[in-house]
């Protein structure tokens, strides 16, 4: 009998070791989700077999009704409590101490309370459904500050107050707000990308944009005092003649405006006499005869330190030939009509410097910061360097960042482009990012639209022979809505060494770079092979689930999409440049990649 009794004992104990429940939530978490229910007022609900939401129990292992789990990690991705006759409010303080929580659905209940500012600690959460509840009052400010949101519907609530601005919850593809008390004017929105939106039966007032892209006056209606063109309710034209006092009183705010402008522009420019000057990075070129240790795109601000007196050593060389100075058409008015002069009296900043030339930032009294590309000893007939900008000027791609002017003189070029505020992808990828999550689909996003942008300019410089020469992720850059875009495309001479028919290869080798430094999160060093190098070795082992970014597989991107892109950038860094596949075949494949990806976010949301 006692045999009998330790050998259970034994063989539980065993079984305990060999069957380790995997990570399970911590504590904290868990008390803080059973608050969040408890607030929810789950009445009789809670009898439900199987409930869980107690504290004694794990929300994964024990399946709690409603939730779902990272399968890996064993941490909460899923809260779904639809139509359950919930009636309390939602403590989203508690609910967002669940950093892992992509989808919160509370849709169809009868929640009351307003949504607090804490909504926005709830950092990685994609897809957000409060709607049909009886929520009131305003909008918290820090909806915007939700980075990954991708849907959000509040649609059929007593919600009022002003929407705030979500212009920068770039990666937004849903917004449904109908059905509320909102008030004020329309924020901005990105209606190219949206899939769906909807405001219409609410108080909104002023004028809807001309562009509102597929959604038409459906998406409006309702709201008396909107007008616009969509709408039958039309916007009174301006007036257009302004009477004297009116001019008094704009000039009035044209001259405080200067003033404010000025002194933040001291202000900005002590601070920045302060910073320490920083390392230009490791940056990496893809092949021989290019630029190999020049670092920094057109807008890493990594070297702080005006250098004024360097900048003009071109002026002094090429002094009183303000006519060479091209300014191609430019979407940046300010920069219609710049002269050479304006850019060697304005302020200038070093950015980078490299072997082939530097990197300036510069301020010229346009007031459109600048970014000039000098680039010294190319050989290249004047002639020649002119046809090559107008053709890669006549060339437009949204994802290619234009070159606004250009100077040429036999010594050196300058190329001039407007200055990305928010640094590059090699940035973003490698430089900390105090709290910012760099997550799977920002990532996929960025991939595509370089594929894409890249496989359009080679199909139509083919015959110019003009590869993009130097791509690299410091290249790559982020608008100020954080898209991304591509500069100096062009602007290397494939050496004498290397056949041209190659030049288009050693783009695709260079983005397949770009990719494994995506997926890895490494920064590359002799021209990407190292990175290459070990990737396939870790491949070749099967332990391909080692190459990705920690950041990745705890954010639960798809492994599978993960893998699928990792061979896409395998093929591309092919070391045969023959057996590398072209540009637009690599752009098919991440754009289907990419769909997939969508689809799947889609179905998840159920
Ligand atoms: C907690 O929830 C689990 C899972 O539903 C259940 O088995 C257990 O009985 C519950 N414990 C308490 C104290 O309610
Ligand atoms: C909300 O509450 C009312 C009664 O207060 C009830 O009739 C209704 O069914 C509830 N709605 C939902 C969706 O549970
Ligand atoms: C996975 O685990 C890590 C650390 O154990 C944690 O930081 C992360 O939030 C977890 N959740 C997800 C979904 O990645």
């Avoid at 924020?187 to 007032?205: A, G, I, R």
């Avoid at 057109?298 to 330190?305: L, T």
């Avoid at 530097?358 to 007031?367: A, I, T, W």
């Avoid at 599978?560 to 990792?566: H, P």
Wanted: some cysteine; charged content about 20%; proline content about 4%.
């Amino acid at each position: 009998m006692c045999g009998i009794q330790s050998a259970v004992i034994v063989f539980c104990f065993v079984f305990v070791l060999l069957f380790p429940v995997g990570k399970t939530e911590t504590k904290d978490v868990v008390e803080a989700l059973v608050d969040f229910m408890e607030k929810l007022g789950p009445g009789s609900i809670q009898n439900t077999p199987n409930w869980g939401w107690n504290i004694s129990s794990d929300p994964c292992t024990s399946h709690w009704f409603g939730v779902k789990c990272d399968t890996t990690n064993q941490t909460v991705k899923n809260i779904v409590l639809e139509q359950i006759s919930l009636s309390g409010t939602v403590d989203f303080e508690s609910v967002c101490k669940e950093t892992s929580l992509l989808l919160l659905s509370l849709k169809f209940n009868n929640l009351t309370g307003s949504l607090p500012q804490e909504i926005s600690n709830c950092k990685r959460l994609r897809l957000l459904y409060l709607n049909g509840n009886h929520f009131s009052g305003d909008l918290p400010d820090s909806l915007p500050d939700l980075p990954n949101l991708l849907r959000i519907d509040i649609s059929n609530n007593e919600l009022s107050g002003k929407l705030p601005d979500m212009s920068r919850n770039t990666g937004l593809l849903t917004f449904l707000a109908q059905n509320n008390h909102l008030t004020g004017q329309l924020p901005n929105f990105n209606y190219d990308q949206l899939e769906s939106f909807d405001v219409s039966n609410n108080d909104f007032t002023g004028r809807i944009p001309d562009d509102t892209g597929r959604f038409g006056a459906k998406s409006f209606a309702g709201n008396p005092q909107l007008c616009g063109k969509e709408l039958s309710n039309a916007c009174q034209a301006k007036k257009k003649k302004k009477n004297l006092r009116d001019i008094v009183i704009y000039s009035g705010f044209a001259v405080l405006a200067l003033v404010i402008l000025v002194l933040t522009a001291i202000v900005f420019f002590k601070k920045r006499e302060n910073l320490e000057a920083a390392k230009i990075g490791s940056g990496s070129a893809m092949q021989k005869g290019v630029e190999s240790k020049e670092d920094g795109g057109v807008s890493s601000e990594s070297k702080a330190g005006k250098s004024r007196s360097e900048f003009s050593i071109t002026s002094a060389e090429n002094g009183g030939v303000s006519a060479s100075l091209v300014v191609l058409s430019s979407p940046v008015e300010a920069v219609n009509g710049l002269r050479f002069e304006d850019l060697l009296k304005a302020q200038a900043e070093l950015i980078a410097r490299g072997k082939h030339g530097s990197l300036y930032k510069v301020f010229p009294d346009c007031g459109v910061p600048l970014v000039v590309k000098r680039i010294k000893n190319w050989e290249i007939p004047r002639d020649e360097f002119k046809k090559r900008m107008e053709r890669i000027d006549q060339v437009k791609h949204p994802k290619v960042l234009p070159v606004v002017a250009y100077y040429c003189s036999k010594q050196e070029k300058l190329l001039v482009y407007e200055f990305q505020q928010n640094g590059s992808l090699f940035k973003l990828l490698h430089e900390s990012q105090d709290g910012h999550i760099f997550d799977w689909g920002s990532r996929l996003n960025i991939a595509c639209n370089t594929a894409q942008a890249l496989a359009f300019m080679h199909t139509e410089l083919k015959d110019d022979q003009i590869p993009h020469g130097n791509l690299k992720s410091s290249n790559i850059l982020l608008t100020k809505d954080m898209d991304s875009c591509m500069s100096e495309y062009g602007l290397m001479m494939v050496d004498n060494g290397s056949q041209n028919s190659n030049a288009f290869n050693v783009d695709v080798y260079a983005f397949g770079v770009v990719l494994l430094e995506l997926l890895t999160g490494k920064p590359v060093q002799s021209n990407g092979l190292d990175l290459a190098k070990w990737v396939n070795s870790v491949v070749k082992e099967e332990w391909t689930g080692e190459v990705f970014d920690k950041a990745l597989v705890v954010e639960g991107a798809s492994e599978e999409r993960m893998v699928g892109l990792l061979h896409i950038a395998l093929k591309c860094v092919n070391g045969s440049p023959d057996l590398r596949p072209g540009m637009d075949q690599v752009a098919t494949m991440i754009v289907c990649l990419k769909e997939e990806d969508e689809r799947s976010m889609a179905s998840s949301e159920i």
